[in-house]
């Protein structure tokens, strides 16, 4: 079953096409890899996704429901969630509170306080931040602060999650931890939709890989097929930096 699809998807700024007709369906409970050199358009998409940006033609599908027109805070209430590249929590408000916060604003439900507050802590223990919820962003690493990300992603009760280049910056072993965590969302019945660089990360996860270049779709497959393609080494992998393997 279908839980997204994009048709004909295109966004320009100024004379630089960032998404160029693209196309393709998610299945509900897949794990989907978007790769490709930078600049490709992989988070023009994500936030053409999100309705943080306007689509210049195409039409966006969710759960069966055309969203093309939907701003992104019902477009979160319907179940999209997503991480940024670059991570920007409320610097004033502590770890616990800023998954309150997205708890608060990013779900449809409404709860009282306390609700939130052990919904939040829940979120926590499942990333392996709750023994820093008192905390404040700047006194966490960078591994914690992609972590935070998540956190405050899933506190919006995603069915679907986009997750942008969350390994990004981080070592072979603390990309170890986060893929973990995705396989568990995962199993929880969260589809995946992830724009990475780190290859082998991709290669663990994904089912399905689309390799954008200049705001197209260059090809797709299994990651096997992918990165055997002639015209993938060409635009990418034989000439980007693609993390550790």
């Known amino acids: 079953m279908e839980i997204l699809k994009i048709e004909n998807l295109?966004?320009?700024?100024?004379?630089?096409k960032a998404v160029d007709g693209l196309?393709?369906?998610?299945?509900?409970?897949?794990?989907?890899?978007?790769?490709?050199?930078?600049?490709?358009?992989?988070?023009?998409?994500f936030n053409l996704l999100c309705g943080l940006m306007p689509l210049d033609a195409g039409r966006i599908t969710f759960s069966g429901e055309d969203i093309t027109s939907l701003s992104p805070h019902k477009r979160c209430h319907m179940g999209i969630g997503r991480t940024f590249q670059i991570c920007q929590p409320f610097k004033e408000l502590t770890v616990l509170d800023n998954v309150a916060i997205a708890a608060v604003f990013g779900n449809s439900k409404t709860v009282r306080p306390w609700v939130v507050k052990k919904y939040s802590e829940e979120i926590l223990e499942k990333v392996g931040l709750s023994i820093k919820k008192d905390l404040?962003?700047?006194?966490?690493?960078?591994?914690?602060?992609?972590?935070?990300?998540?956190?405050r992603a899933l506190a919006t009760s995603p069915k679907l999650l986009l997750l942008d280049e969350v390994m990004a910056g981080l070592l072979p072993?603390?990309?170890d931890r986060i893929l973990k965590l995705i396989r568990c969302i995962n199993r929880e019945g969260i589809t995946v939709i992830l724009?990475?660089?780190?290859?082998?990360?991709?290669?663990?996860l994904c089912e399905r890989v689309?390799?954008?270049?200049y705001g197209q779709k260059l090809c797709e497959g299994c990651y096997e097929d992918?990165?055997?393609?002639?015209r993938v080494i060409e635009a990418y992998l034989g000439?980007?930096?693609?993390?550790?393997?």
């Open 10 to 16: 295109k966004k320009r700024f100024g004379g630089v």
């Open 23 to 45: 196309s393709f369906s998610v299945r509900e409970g897949e794990i989907l890899g978007i790769i490709g050199p930078n600049g490709a358009g992989k988070s023009t998409l």
């Open 136 to 151: 404040y962003p700047a006194h966490l690493t960078t591994p914690d602060l992609k972590l935070l990300e998540i956190a």
């Open 173 to 175: 072993g603390e990309c």
């Open 195 to 204: 724009v990475e660089h780190v290859m082998r990360v991709v290669r663990e």
């Open 210 to 213: 689309i390799v954008m270049n």
């Open 226 to 230: 992918v990165a055997g393609d002639k």
């Open 239 to 245: 000439r980007e930096e693609t993390g550790a393997q």
